[in-house]
C-alpha cells in the first residue's frame, strides 16, 4: 500500500501514522524525522534546514526530493509499500514525488488529507515539548511528562520548538494552505484524493480510515 498523509502541521498525522504502521505494517517515512536527523548530524543539509525551520519557512524542495528518492529506493521499503507523511507539500512536490514512483515502479495507491481547525493546531502545536537530549516528544495536556520539564525517558530537560510558537504557527499555516491547494486540486483531479477532519480524535479518525482503506480495497480487487 502506497499512501501520501496531507494536512497542516499540527492535524495529527503523526500520531495516525504511528497506527497505521502498527496496525497495517506499512513503513512511516515522516521528512520531519529524516530532516531532524540531519540537523542533529549538523550536516550540511540539515543546517540548511535549521535556517528554515527557526524561521517557520519550509525546507526547498530540491533537498527534501534527494532524501525522498533515497528512501524510496531502499528494497525493504520498496517490499511492504510506504507512507510518506510530510511529503508532499506542493504540487511540485507532488509531480516530482510521481516521476519517482513511476521509475521504481510503486504508483501511488491515494492521498489522505487531514483537514483542522486553527484553534485545534493552536492547541495541540503551542503544548508541544520536547527532549533536548533524546526528542522524545510530550504535550503540556495531552501526553505531559510525569515530572514538569523532564522528559520520562531519559531525564533531559524539555523545551518548545522555536518554530511551535503562535504566531511562528500562525505563519506556517499560511504557507501551507496557500502552497497545498493546487496539490489538492492534482489528486482530486487524479481521483485519489480521501479528505476526513483532523479535529476528531484519534481514535474516530482511524475508525474511519480504516473503513475508506476497506473499500477501496474492495473496489480495487473484487
Not at 483542522?116 to 493552536?122: C, N, T
Not at 503562535?166 to 482530486?188: A, F, N
Request: with cysteine.
Amino acid at each position: 500500500m502506497k499512501i501520501v498523509l496531507l494536512g497542516p502541521p499540527g492535524a495529527g498525522k503523526g500520531t495516525l501514522a504511528k497506527i497505521i504502521k502498527d496496525q497495517l505494517n506499512v513503513p512511516h517515512i515522516s521528512t520531519g524525522d529524516i530532516l531532524r536527523e540531519e540537523i542533529a548530524r549538523q550536516s550540511g543539509l540539515g543546517l540548511k534546514a535549521k535556517s528554515c525551520v527557526d524561521k517557520g519557512e519550509l525546507v526547498p524542495d530540491d533537498l527534501v526530493i534527494a532524501l525522498i528518492e533515497k528512501k524510496l529506493s531502499d528494497p525493504a521499503i520498496k517490499s511492504k509499500g510506504h507512507m510518506l507523511d510530510g511529503f508532499p507539500r506542493n504540487k511540485n512536490q507532488a509531480e516530482a514525488l510521481e516521476k519517482i514512483l513511476n521509475r521504481i515502479g510503486q504508483p501511488l495507491d491515494f492521498a489522505l488529507y487531514m483537514t483542522a481547525s486553527l484553534p485545534m493546531i493552536l492547541r495541540r502545536l503551542s503544548g508541544r515539548r520536547v527532549c533536548k537530549q533524546c526528542g522524545a516528544v510530550y504535550h503540556l495536556t495531552n501526553r505531559p511528562a510525569k515530572q514538569e520539564g523532564v522528559c520520562d525517558l531519559c531525564g533531559g530537560p524539555l523545551y518548545q520548538r522555536v518554530d511551535d510558537n503562535e504566531g511562528t504557527i500562525r505563519k506556517r499555516m499560511d504557507v501551507y494552505l496557500k502552497s497545498t491547494q493546487p496539490m489538492l486540486d492534482y489528486y482530486q483531479a487524479k481521483g485519489k484524493l480521501k479528505t476526513f477532519d483532523g479535529d476528531l480524535e484519534t481514535e474516530e479518525i482511524f475508525e474511519i480510515l480504516l473503513k475508506m482503506l476497506h473499500e477501496d480495497t474492495k473496489v480495487d480487487h473484487h
